[in-house]
């Protein structure tokens, strides 16, 4: 549904152009006309409303989107929260989710000793990275499968779920063969072809939210891989890029309370990304869990000091453990606990 | 302090003359000369290194500042938090402080309403807008003295202190004869003359956080009112302006966060305009709290569908009331308490 | 006019009391009901609609503006592009303004040469600060008016209109008794007071862009002056905040070629602060002339090395000589030309 | 190389950790020790720089890199313009590439009347979106291979060369077979494992900007395709997210003149996408020649009132000659030539 605004100058004869191309292309349209303006409410099949070159209509102003174009993903869709099985583990309506690891697989120990950490503070999944996205080609890009070895031998020994990351579409089937969550990283939240490709997967999805994207558009890329089959879908904010430069993104709680009204889907918040600085991690983890996040994915490394990437924002494992303790204290505020 | 980073193809003469320029200027400066470029620290006098036009120098590719130019407000200069009283109210440290009320005063019923609701849930600041900044000249432009006269005498009535906007250096005078704190808008967080101004009154002062502003220049802004003798600032984080247009401002928690790093001075938050949407106001005030805040500012109208300006932003009594059970049980956790 | 679009499960219900609403604000309406949600176009006087909280009403989802609330300012208003005559001097319609001087006024040496200086390469008018918006209180400020009598003396001697800037209401009268042209600087475009100030005064106004402020709150910034009577407004564009930090600000030029048909006020262009850098000013300025702008404003500093602001942005003589003559032969590509 | 920002309290033993992990890591090192704080120059390796976790050293405030990661992209490494060889036509240096075409390729005829339209005005490229990626998963996704034959044909009757969007590293092959630049679009400018199969191609690529990528990410792009062994990497403008929402993207014209400074690579615009509305496009097409582009991609179809995709932003063939006589001319003026 689109609502078309007319020029100030536009004529009756403007206005019959644009009704009959309406008319022709099977829509119905309701006229409102005020001293000032012309309006045309558009209603009917959505795509061919989407088509519509309104703009280049004679006398016509702009036009004015009423309705998003997901579907699946709305709360009007299923109104119920979404809770999402992984293997045993629940996340979604009272079930807080929380993902902790380190940003890259670096090392069996390094690994093992992080995992085991994470699990003892009451971490239900482990993240690390196989394959890295970096911003220069010079950059550790990860062990890759290796990589996703480790992972499988760290849940075997710990029984946590893995999380980790699939970059392209020609890597969804290696990645399904070892993690229990495949991640699409924020440069890939409009990699289309990557979406269908995990919404043919059997595989839950944690889909980090573009760090330009609008809520809007991060539901449509939902609705990517739920059109293709897929409703296991976690959606995971972990900042936008503003132009404030003291912290690494900015962390938009709002976009929580937002998808909350907008979505039946869990959400979830990665305040390592969203802030960069491991100091600002506990409280922003606390303010996610108190705006009514579903979980929260956080980089916990032995020794940040020693961290191949983003030590910076990396919690020891001590830190780890009070964030746990607070997080936990507020989830009840909110109607929620870790299980 | 300064960083120059020479071009790479900077030759040694190019060198001698910059760090001639700094001699000059009465400047020290550290040499660091490796294979790729060669970098200069410089040292000394901020003001003589702030006026130092060190890009047009022969060779120059850039310059950094390292430090920041505020002084009195960080944390560096006072290392406790300052806690301010405002008539024998205190907000900071462990004082969390709640200011509530409608946008604007529209009249006397209105605001005695609104300030008996929010006195009864806890609130102890009674906030509205006599003088109201409004982007259209055609909107509804406060009820100016007549509402500063109100507000005087709703604090009359219920014991609340009263917070209240100054637009310009030459109201301050009137405001102060009526407020016990004076509001900087957001839109005015820069405008230098009346922060100079406020600097020389001895009313606390609240201080938005420009819809645009950097941390850096907030804090900037801040050391402007105390450079002039006024230490009583209160930082108000209320939502930047981002690419998201679904909520009305991005409430950026990550700078609460930021701020109580940096300096020693209080910050508070307006999750009413950092939304734009009532149901997002409980969420985000937890948040806030949960991140660190000092204190709320949330709008409250007896009937948000009457209120000539925000009552979409708007909370109700019951509302307000359920917000501030939850907000106490997070400040706990913080180590704060609703005095 | 604003269109309501109700929530998808709103009733018959919700939909007739929000229209009894409109009906008693003495507004009227008209119905789209589709399948999947109503929406409702709402006609009559701008302030009453502007003044409804419809977000509150029941069932309603978002309202959206479908008209702009400015009017005088508008290329429906007055249909003819607006020249401006500075006391002889003509900006706007086939008239290239060109403002170019130094940042800050320093003395009278530096401000005559670089007054002879660009009015020799065919400038109009000079430009130079004597009270300065720095973000560090600890800044130079300016000359105060020491700077404004230097400013006249370099007419005397030059014939140049005279372009400086108004910090604060209280200091338009002063300003005023020396300027041709009274500058609102980027931090004030939303100073309501001191707009409104300038819009009783009978000199003409430069009103830069705030930087982030949208084109239609810069339309509306301009309103607020023509509103008070002034209808001498100059639109100045000097680029906006984003994610962008490797050029000082983002110079938007799309702005004015939105601004020519949205409005009938001239709009130049300031690519000094648009860009930060010298080497950038040329290219910005010619890039400004193609996109149709009415003029431009450059910082010019006879030794930019030794200038007290702005140095890494000003241009020599030598440099911006060549500007004008790629500016002149671009202007008559745009049917411009420099008077 | 970097600097490293001790904070104010630091000690000399915090600095003495510091200095011994650079050690350790087979850094070099220079320590400026100012009153309020010490700085440590870093020099070395770049990829043992990247990898250090400064920020968790003791006593740190913050790390500044000084210099960029890329290398072959950089006007360091390559002093002169690169200019471009597409079977015969020329792209960079004196050489203007105009580049124009439909958005979406929808069938034979409408692409041989785009495609002799654009010619016939002195267009050397066609465009045209076989793969499309839309915002949602309902809009027309593109023909397909069946669009890229239809490219291939009118390469054949016109003699244009053809420049098509690759949204996959599956689909570089069958891209490649039909195509004579390979386009990667504005999402997937981080797409790393795309980056690296272009990389590997023998076709030159055309990379759009990211809608929020720094220029600094930008060139990084770029570089993961050079590091790959191609160098035949063309740069396009297309518009950045900001906060302004009246054109569909702000188009950053600033970045060009950086670009040109930092970078001998060639670097378009595309006005199309850059504004969304196809009144701006010839203004700002005369802006990005006259700001000293390379090139130009401009959508234009042969009725856009019936075109699939982007019909609001696409030029007549009428609007688009007028526009090359515009950009002919003021291309004369910055030293270049259409072919």
């Known amino acids: 549904m689109i609502v078309i605004v007319m020029q100030a100058q536009a004529t009756q004869n403007d206005v019959d152009i644009v009704t009959k191309k309406l008319v022709e292309a099977g829509l119905q349209y309701y006229l409102s006309q005020g001293e000032a303006r012309t309006i045309i409410g558009v209603i009917g099949d959505e795509k061919s409303i989407a088509q519509l070159p309104v703009d280049v209509f004679p006398g016509v102003e702009k036009s004015i989107a009423v309705t998003e174009s997901y579907k699946l993903v709305s709360r009007e869709f299923r109104h119920e929260d979404t809770v999402i099985d992984v293997q045993g583990t629940k996340i979604g309506g009272r079930h807080l989710g929380i993902m902790a690891g380190p940003c890259a697989v670096e090392s069996l120990d390094q690994l093992l000793e992080a995992a085991s950490a994470v699990k003892r503070a009451g971490a239900q999944f482990l993240r690390g990275g196989a394959y890295k996205p970096r911003t220069s080609p010079y950059s550790f890009q990860g062990l890759e499968e290796k990589g996703l070895e480790l992972l499988a031998e760290a849940r075997e020994r710990t029984g946590l779920k893995i999380v980790t990351e699939v970059l392209d579409s020609s890597a969804v089937d290696i990645v399904s063969q070892y993690a229990d969550v495949l991640q699409i990283g924020t ?10 490709t995990v919404g043919k997967s059997d595989k839950p999805v944690l889909l980090k939210r573009g760090l330009a994207a609008t809520i809007s558009e991060w539901l449509n890329a939902a609705e990517y891989i739920m059109s293709e089959g897929n409703y296991n879908v976690i959606l995971c904010e972990r900042g936008i890029r503003t132009f404030e430069t003291y912290t690494r993104n ?18 979830i918040v990665d305040p390592s990304h969203g802030t960069g600085h491991w100091k600002m991690v506990r409280p922003m983890a606390r303010a996610a869990v108190a705006a009514g996040a579903d979980g929260l994915i956080i980089e916990v490394h032995p ?37």
């Open 303 to 339: 020794n940040p000091a020693e961290a191949l990437c983003d030590g910076n924002q990396s919690l020891t494992p001590e830190n780890f453990s009070l964030l746990m303790d607070e997080v936990g204290a507020i989830a009840a505020i909110t109607g929620k606990a870790i299980p």
């Open 187 to 196: 440069r890939n939240m409009q990699n289309f072809t990557l979406l269908k």
């Open 250 to 267: 900015t962390l938009d709680l709002g976009a929580v309370a937002a998808v909350k009204s907008l979505s039946h889907l869990p959400v």
